[in-house]
């Protein structure tokens, strides 16, 4: 039963923050990268950052300098600290997974970012 759970998403104020968690449930399967991407309605699906398993992490141009990406190794989650929100943040956003054995996906949480 491999399943990625998101939470954190909702409505927030231009300038403000929102933080973002993944929680990957992949049956002891070592996690070899973990991921965010967005999507918003009609356009492509994008990455936006990512975080190996030894701590290397790299982000969109989009959000750099604004968003942080951080893991933990035993629990298996993913966190996505989010500032300096901007209405063009708004979006569906994923948690990625890659293990040993496949990549999963989780369902996706929204974020709005409106005054």
């Known amino acids: 039963q491999v399943q990625l759970v998101e939470s954190g998403g909702g409505l927030v104020q231009p300038g403000g923050s929102l933080r973002l968690s993944c929680a990957a449930s992949?049956?002891?399967?070592?996690?070899?990268?973990m991921a965010w991407y967005r999507q918003a309605p009609g356009k492509q699906r994008e990455l936006v950052a990512f975080i190996t398993s030894g701590g290397s992490t790299d982000y969109a141009d989009s959000v750099k300098g604004r968003f942080t990406i951080s893991r933990d190794n035993i629990k298996n989650t993913v966190d996505l600290q989010m500032n300096s929100l901007k209405p063009e943040d708004t979006a569906v956003y994923y948690c990625?997974?890659?293990?040993?054995?496949?990549?999963?996906w989780g369902r996706g949480t929204q974020v709005t970012v409106s005054s």
């Open positions: 992949i049956n002891n399967f070592r996690s070899i990268i």
């Open positions: 990625r997974v890659g293990t040993t054995k496949g990549d999963y």
